[in-house]
């Protein structure tokens, strides 16, 4: 049953003691008693739902089957809706109709220009008056479509200002202007919302399928990762496993050697302390013969004169001390050496070939040195590739060009003619770095590690070759080398540079650093190998370079 055939119109609740009046609508008899009660004063009664009016106040009687109607509903259950939730609140749009306190309205009338609840729209849905009017949700805004200077309802637009208007505007304000009915210009809108909604659908539909083509290469990429890591674990395994067992080799090696040379000394320690025994009794047995008084005694038992025989085993001791086992030491170290070598330049290529990884979208180049420091890698000087005329120092993170040259031994990839040398680390992603110097002239080079080291040709030196990008400070200036061409570079004297690099970007820049940032060169290029971070000293000796922590 439709709850609203037994609620009270004015309370809004099930009706509790139920009277009918006159005209056939139902009310609770406090209700519509306090209703006429109010209309004492004026002499007349009507009814609050349509408003017919009784010259005399009806006598109220209680509608007897309504009630057992009601209290049948209550026993099933069913209630109307509490009446808290039909009043208005402080954010609602109210029914314009409704007196004493206001109900929440249902819609609004865009012909009427009224809000109205379900009780007092029920006309807009069955009288036929009302058949052609316009509703819509619950606005606060119709007073919006009334004109403001003729207090007329706004039914046409002027394209010309871009407004709705009234058809008093039209003759007025607006005389001579293009306009139309406001439903046509609706429709022309419309036609464009919904073109441009076409485009946002269409849009969202692409981008959801882009999201859908990356989560597909989220699931590879995980799945190829965790490949990757399982294989590699394995493979690393292995050479610990390898490493472990060439340790234990090479303990016992030394392990067995060391029996055998112990057990060689101790044979030799047992013959000589026998030889030791023998010579202390026949030692004394001459001091007994000697301290003999009796003269014929002493020569009856004086022995044959036989020369002390020479010990077999004294030519063949040869004292050592702390050099046994020094071929294994340094076989070890420099097993160890040139495995560390292989394993920096194997992890350059894995890290290489991790960061190649497609990456969509690259990240622009820092503006500020606070974004430029958070990329900062500590680099260190290799002295295996330092000209012998350069001394590292600070943990190798210093050169000097010395007048002497330095104990460096002789390296296929040391440079031999030029006064360079490069860092130890590879670089590859995103790296800053700055260099502190002082002198006549420095290069701040970048260059691939198989750039030649030998002689005095274009390959060996810093931004003479293909290989290799640099940045001159000194006299006469910034020269910025590469390929063996040079381009002058304009920009404020430092005693800093700092480098910048996005080497998947194929990005390379050069910054005087002081209490501003100034740009001195960009370079946009390809970078196919790691990079390396490379100094070249000019002048004489004293020139220092220093990478910077």
């Avoid at 609602?92 to 009427?112: E, F, I, M, P, W």
């Avoid at 859908?212 to 399982?230: C, M, R, S, Y």
């Avoid at 610990?240 to 101790?266: A, F, M, N, P, W």
Wanted: charged content about 25%; overall charge negative; some cysteine.
């Amino acid at each position: 049953m439709d709850l609203v055939k037994v609620s009270c119109s004015i309370c809004l609740d099930l009706l509790k003691d139920p009277v009918t009046i006159p005209c056939g609508h139902n009310y609770c008899m406090n209700c519509i008693k306090t209703h006429w009660d109010e209309e004492d004063h004026r002499g007349v009664h009507s009814c609050p739902q349509c408003r017919k009016t009784f010259r005399l106040r009806p006598i109220l009687v209680k509608n007897t089957m309504l009630a057992e109607l009601v209290e049948d509903l209550k026993k099933t259950g069913l209630q109307a809706a509490p009446a808290d939730l039909c009043y208005a609140g402080p954010e609602d749009v109210t029914c314009d109709v409704c007196t004493g306190r206001k109900v929440k309205a249902v819609k609004s009338c865009l012909v009427c220009l009224a809000s109205y609840c379900e009780k007092h729209l029920q006309p807009h849905y069955h009288a036929p008056a009302f058949k052609k009017h316009q509703l819509v949700d619950p606005s606060n805004k119709l007073q919006e479509n009334i004109c403001s200077l003729h207090d007329e309802v706004m039914k046409i637009f002027c394209r010309t200002d871009q407004q709705s208007i009234c058809y008093l505007c039209t003759m007025d304000e607006h005389k001579g202007h293009e306009t139309v009915a406001a439903a046509a210009e609706r429709c022309e809108k419309q036609k464009e919302l919904e073109e441009s909604r076409q485009q946002i659908q269409q849009r969202i539909q692409d981008r959801e399928k882009d999201v859908e083509l990356l989560q597909q290469e989220v699931e590879i990429i995980n799945v190829f990762a965790d490949k990757a890591v399982e294989d590699s674990e394995k493979s690393f395994n292995e050479v610990i496993r390898l490493l472990q067992k060439s340790s234990s080799d090479v303990k016992q090696q030394v392990r067995s050697q060391q029996e055998h040379e112990v057990s060689r000394v101790k044979d030799l320690q047992e013959k000589l302390q026998q030889e030791i025994t023998d010579l202390k009794r026949r030692d004394a047995e001459l001091e007994q013969l000697s301290d003999t008084e009796d003269h014929n005694q002493f020569l009856h038992n004086y022995p044959s004169p036989s020369p002390l025989s020479e010990s077999t085993h004294s030519s063949s001791i040869q004292i050592r001390p702390l050099r046994y086992f020094e071929d294994v030491t340094a076989a070890v170290s420099e097993t160890r050496e040139k495995l560390q070598d292989l394993l920096r330049e194997t992890w350059t290529n894995i890290s290489l070939s991790v960061a190649e990884v497609d990456v969509l979208l690259s990240e622009p180049e820092p503006k500020t040195r606070a974004g430029l420091l958070k990329y900062s890698r500590d680099i260190t000087l290799d002295p295996n590739t330092a000209h012998k005329h350069l001394l590292l120092s600070d943990g190798n993170r210093k050169v000097t060009l010395m007048k002497e040259i330095q104990p460096y031994y002789s390296r296929p990839d040391r440079f031999t003619t030029w006064f360079q040398v490069l860092s130890r680390e590879s670089l590859i992603g995103r790296c800053y770095w700055e260099v502190e110097w002082r002198g006549r002239g420095v290069e701040f080079a970048v260059a691939y590690k198989n750039i030649s080291r030998a002689g005095s040709s274009d390959d060996c030196v810093f931004g003479g070759n293909n290989k290799s990008w640099a940045l001159y400070y000194g006299i006469p200036g910034y020269i910025f080398w590469y390929n063996n061409i040079q381009t002058r570079v304009s920009g404020p004297p430092s005693s800093r540079v700092g480098v910048y690099l996005d080497h998947r970007a194929g990005l390379l820049s050069f910054y005087s650093v002081s209490e501003t940032m100034t740009l001195l060169h960009r370079v946009q290029t390809s970078f196919t190998e790691p990079l390396y971070a490379g100094l070249w000293l000019s002048g004489s000796n004293g020139t220092t370079a220093e990478f910077m922590k």
